[in-house]
């Protein structure tokens, strides 16, 4: 079964930086696009960043300038570099990643998401 796990949220003062890290793992053939989505409280789940396969990336306006989004194929993982935070990207960060696996003698493509990890921006 294929799953996605976040790691790296937390508090952090204004100005301050913070990586997000999530990895993959499962019976994988192959990952197509993977990127970055946030929910804060009372609003609906906005993108963030997103990395396609082999494709340049794409970002929210709110953040251009200060988050860079990368992955390593070779681990299954995307990352999240945020820099010069902002209370208002307090939220929680939600990894996807659309998934090529194998279930038995099924190929399958799915949206796959990770758990969620807080980030909160306060001094």
């Known amino acids: 079964q294929v799953q996605l796990v976040e790691s790296g949220g937390g508090l952090v003062q204004p100005g301050g930086s913070l990586r997000l890290s999530c990895a993959a793992s499962?019976?994988?053939?192959?990952?197509?696009?993977m990127g970055w989505y946030r929910q804060a409280p009372g609003k609906q789940r906005e993108l963030v960043a997103t990395?396609?396969?082999?494709?340049?990336?794409n970002y929210a306006d709110s953040v251009k300038g200060r988050f860079t989004v990368s992955r390593d194929n070779a681990k299954s993982a995307v990352y999240l570099q945020m820099n010069s935070l902002k209370p208002e990207d307090t939220a929680v960060y939600y990894c996807?990643?659309?998934?090529?696996?194998?279930?038995?003698?099924?190929?399958?493509?799915?949206?796959?998401w990770g758990q969620g990890t807080q980030v909160t921006v306060s001094s």
């Open positions: 499962g019976s994988i053939v192959s990952i197509n696009g």
């Open positions: 990395i396609p396969r082999g494709a340049s990336t």
């Open positions: 996807h990643a659309q998934i090529v696996s194998r279930e038995g003698y099924l190929t399958t493509i799915n949206d796959y």
